[in-house]
């Protein structure tokens, strides 16, 4: 396997990021103890921003 992050969409659904990354705030600082898998909101309605919190399911959003 090698090293780095990997990056996928779920249908529907959050970014899902997992392996070696760093994230980093919009106000400069980074985020610590993340776990090894995160799921970043893409639907803009989480509030847990970047984090997803299931709220696309509840909303019913649609990727498409």
């Known amino acids: 396997?090698?090293?780095g992050a990997?990056?996928?969409l779920?249908?529907?659904g959050p970014i899902l990021v997992s392996g070696e990354f760093s994230l980093t705030g919009?106000?400069?600082q980074p985020f610590t103890d993340l776990n090894p898998t995160i799921a970043l909101c893409r639907c803009g309605m989480s509030a847990n921003k970047?984090?997803?919190d299931?709220?696309?399911s509840r909303e019913g959003w649609s990727s498409r």
């Open 26 to 28: 919009e106000d400069g």
């Open 6 to 8: 990997d990056i996928s």
């Open 50 to 52: 970047p984090f997803c």
């Open 54 to 56: 299931g709220s696309h």
């Open 10 to 12: 779920k249908e529907n």
């Open 1 to 3: 396997m090698a090293d």
